[in-house]
């Protein structure tokens, strides 16, 4: 949300506000799309001895080996007795953790800077799937080229443009949009979003009741895929029940829980600080969110990392993830957005909006909800891969079981990208699944803090040992295959 940067509805945060256009990225994708096509890998990689997370369930399997031959997981079994086939590659994996790789279910990639080369930190903190919420067609093409192991990058789900209403597009020079006025209009939206070839639809608020009612309705009746922010002045059993399929952030819910909040009034931004909020509502609106099947992305990371940015930026970009962002970014989160557009909602957000979000994703949690993480990258501080971790570690926090933090990363993306019309074999350790897995130092099961001890990740059967996830870090725009990497030292 940044109905605030309107002056409508204030805390929630929010899709980026701004953005370069990302020419490089199409310029980069016309690049390698003439790149000889890549195959799996063609070798068998073997891990031995390593505990295995698979997923299933909290419990992880002791001394095991799992091979992956080509992108697949192949057999999982004893590591006694066990002799690794003629020429595979061996890991060996004593006294580490191999888990599924992590998905980052709410991102903006190119709002994020102008090119892409970041995509590969996203591999370094062990994230292998992302789905970008404000497509455009260069990222529908670099989301073929990595579908093509033409680039060495998570693979992407892109939404279409946003669409959004007449308001929702006013001035924040936000991401690419789509403006629709009538209910005609958008189902006419929708519609080309699906034969574009988009991967879901991404409604926003602006949108009229009239308009979100018959967008929702029109993807789910081609059995389209949708996610929405909650549009103001619309109920929220209304929103529920018109066919939206998910939530975009946890704190979509939050407008519906202030106390004495009119949503026909205009709040400024610091309009809405002196709101109370009633938690006695919220299993209300979490049966509601049951009831209709509708997922949610918790993205509680950036809630937090907006008012720390408020309370004290300087503070915040010093911390040592920030010394992976370019300068012009940081002097723009310095400068612009929300740190310091919304100055003096800090303690607010901190002590009443925070709080809640983390009772309200916990009784969802309890009551069943599917819930995923996201970063929401592209707003301010966020950084790829190291806020989708943090995202992780903030459900444990609100009180979740690490399993269950984890599976948010995990099993339940894989489960909405069944929703979605994707693949769903990956999110766990399992014979025929994709191999995207990360080996970590120690168990997060125990705790979701284990997750920073990367350790080597897998990428559709591809490994990439520490030294090179650090080496791409730092080199960026990365392909497929060690030898062009090497090539470049
Ligand atoms: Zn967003």
Do not use: C
């Amino acid at each position: 949300m940044i109905r605030t940067e309107r002056g409508k509805k204030g805390p929630p945060v929010r899709d980026p506000i701004r953005m370069a256009v990302p020419k490089l990225v199409l310029a980069m994708a016309a690049i390698v799309a003439t790149a000889p096509l890549a195959a799996a890998p063609a070798v068998t990689t073997v891990f031995t001895h390593v505990a295995v997370v698979t997923m299933q369930d909290a419990t992880a399997l002791n001394n095991r080996v799992v091979e992956v031959r080509g992108n697949t997981i192949a057999a999982i079994r004893p590591a006694r007795g066990y002799r690794a086939p003629k020429g595979a590659r061996v890991i060996d994996g004593r006294g580490m953790f191999l888990m599924p790789g992590l998905a980052d279910m709410h991102t903006h990639v190119a709002e994020y800077q102008t090119q892409p080369d970041f995509l590969a930190h996203y591999l370094a903190y062990g994230v292998t799937t992302i789905r970008t919420l404000s497509g455009n067609p260069d990222l529908l093409r670099l989301r073929d080229v990595i579908a093509h192991r033409e680039r060495l990058a998570p693979r992407l789900w892109v939404s279409g443009p946003i669409i959004t209403g007449p308001q929702g597009a006013a001035g924040d020079g936000g991401p690419q949009k789509i403006v629709v006025r009538t209910a005609e209009e958008a189902r006419a939206a929708v519609d080309r979003q699906i034969d574009a070839g988009y991967d879901l639809v991404k409604l926003y608020d602006g949108l009229s009741q009239e308009a979100f009612l018959a967008a929702a309705r029109e993807a789910k009746s081609r059995g389209f895929y949708s996610i929405g922010h909650l549009p103001d002045q619309m109920p929220l059993d209304m929103a529920l029940a018109s066919g939206l399929d998910e939530i975009a952030h946890a704190d979509e819910l939050v407008s519906y829980h202030w106390i004495g909040y009119d949503p026909a009034r205009q709040y400024s931004s610091d309009g809405i600080a002196p709101l109370g909020i009633d938690r006695g509502t919220i299993p209300a609106t979490v049966a509601l969110i049951r009831e209709n099947r509708v997922a949610v992305v918790s993205n509680l990371i950036t809630d937090q990392t907006v008012y720390e940015g408020i309370a004290d930026t300087t503070a915040l970009l010093s911390a040592p993830q920030y010394r992976e962002v370019p300068r012009p970014l940081l002097d723009r989160w310095r400068t612009q957005g929300r740190f310091v557009k919304w100055r003096g909602q800090g303690p607010y957000r901190r002590d009443t909006i925070q709080p809640f979000l983390q009772q309200l994703v916990l009784q969802m949690q309890r009551a069943g909800i599917v819930l995923t993480v996201g970063s929401d990258l592209g707003v301010e501080g966020m950084v790829p891969g190291f806020h989708l971790v943090r995202d992780v570690q903030l459900l444990e926090e609100a009180g979740l079981t690490p399993f269950e933090a984890l599976s948010a990363a995990t099993r339940n993306a894989a489960a909405v990208a069944a929703r979605m019309g994707k693949p769903a074999n990956w999110g766990r350790v399992a014979i025929g699944y994709r191999a995207d897995l990360v080996l970590l130092g120690g168990n997060p099961l125990s705790s979701t803090r284990n997750l920073w001890l990367v350790k080597g990740v897998m990428l559709a059967g591809e490994w990439i040992p520490p030294d090179r996830l650090a080496e791409l870090k730092r080199a960026g725009v990365p392909r497929f295959g060690e030898r062009q990497l090497s090539a470049k030292r």
